[in-house]
């Protein structure tokens, strides 16, 4: 199985990106996006499940972001309008088997078993 992430480029401030992570080989229940900044720990920044009518959002992405599927299930893909330079980071697609961990909806890192390589954002001001 392998996650293959793209889409990551420099923009404005303002401005738009979408990244794309495609999975080969196999769908999931769900699918997610975190982000690394330097320095800083990996957060949680979007996921959706395998049908596509659960999507969970970072609220600093809120209204801003937006995931989605495509029709094959295999390929999730992060909409970012308005980026903010705090946006600035490598993002990282990942996948898990279930939708659900032992604590609800996979926010965490270690919850996810697969994980791409990394694309990276970066908002000028």
């Known amino acids: 199985v392998q996650l293959q992430a793209s889409g990551g480029g420099l923009v404005q401030a303002g401005g738009s990106l979408r990244l794309s992570c495609f999975s080969s080989g196999r769908t999931f229940g769900v699918m997610g996006w975190f982000r690394q900044a330097p320095g800083k720990e990996r957060e949680f920044v979007s996921l959706i499940n395998y049908s596509g009518d659960s999507l969970l959002y970072v609220d600093s992405v809120k209204g801003r972001f937006t995931i989605s599927r495509g029709n094959a299930k295999n390929t999730v893909y992060l909409q970012m309008n308005s980026l903010k330079p705090e946006d600035s980071a490598i993002y990282y697609c990942?996948?898990?088997?279930?939708?659900?961990?032992?604590?609800?909806?996979?926010?965490?890192?270690?919850?996810?078993?697969?994980w791409g390589q990394g694309t990276l954002v970066t908002v000028s001001s």
């Open positions: 990942a996948a898990a088997d279930l939708y659900s961990g032992a604590y609800g909806a996979r926010r965490l890192p270690n919850e996810y078993k697969y």
